[in-house]
């Protein structure tokens, strides 16, 4: 088994401020996710990564930037908070590539809040 | 474009009743079908996946899902409920053509005991 760690599990940041969100996991999966839950809306794709320092934009990219820089890590910056904004953060991840390998595991999520 | 559809967003029912939570999905080609559950205040968890053969599939906690390819549905059942069910279930398709999962806006479930 293996564990998916998101820090910090609650984030309060001010208007315009940039934000970075971090996720360990220790299952040597290849491929990490990065989705936002906001409520009513479900989750929606903001970057994923197949390999160490790639990078892929899912539908929600602006407005965000992502590192991989270790297999095992996959950090998320919000360039410019919005007022009001509250959602969940959740980072995933998954073996690779394959119908069989796609199950997603998910850490417990960030909470951000801007005031 | 991919997409799913859950068109029930609050299910409530009695224990011991029978449960269904109605999952459709749009795409081209051939689907990797999955749901995910959340418990109150924790994350999501795997339930089950369809990625080919049997289209009735068994996952964990006693549901199962039958995809359909006839209606593009993959609904999820449990008999008989029990409270313990309550929670936020997601349906989500994957491509296999790159990394990507399209989730359902999510079903919200209340077994009352």
């Known amino acids: 088994g293996g564990i998916i760690t998101q820090t910090p599990k609650f984030l309060i940041g001010q208007e315009g401020q940039k934000l970075t969100l971090k996720c360990q996991q220790n299952f040597n999966h290849d491929t990490m996710y990065w989705y936002r839950q906001d409520s009513g809306k479900g989750l929606r794709l903001i970057y994923y990564s197949i390999t160490e320092n790639d990078l892929q934009k899912g539908d929600l990219s602006e407005g965000y930037d992502a590192s991989r820089e270790k297999k095992s890590s996959f950090s998320l910056t919000v360039t410019s908070a919005q007022k009001n904004e509250m959602a969940v953060f959740l980072c995933?991840?998954?073996?690779?590539?394959?119908?069989?390998?796609?199950?997603?595991?998910f850490g417990a999520g960030t909470r951000l809040s801007v005031l | 474009a991919q997409s799913v559809d859950q068109p029930d967003a609050h299910v409530t029912l009695s224990e011991g009743a029978s449960l269904e939570l109605r999952c459709s999905y749009s795409?081209?080609?051939?689907?990797?079908l999955f749901w995910y559950v959340q418990y109150p205040g924790q994350s999501l968890q795997f339930l089950l996946k369809?990625?080919?053969?049997?289209?009735v599939v068994k996952g964990t906690k006693g549901f199962e899902a039958e995809f359909r390819k006839s209606n593009s549905s993959f609904n999820l059942k449990k008999s008989p409920a029990h409270w313990s069910d309550s929670a936020k279930y997601f349906c989500?398709?994957?491509?296999?053509?790159?990394?990507?999962?399209?989730f359902g806006k999510g079903t919200s479930l209340t077994v009352i005991p």
């Open positions: 795409y081209s080609a051939a689907p990797y």
């Open positions: 995933a991840s998954s073996m690779g590539l394959g119908g069989l390998q796609n199950t997603l595991y």
């Open positions: 369809y990625i080919t053969g049997d289209t």
């Open positions: 989500a398709l994957s491509n296999t053509g790159y990394q990507n999962f399209y």
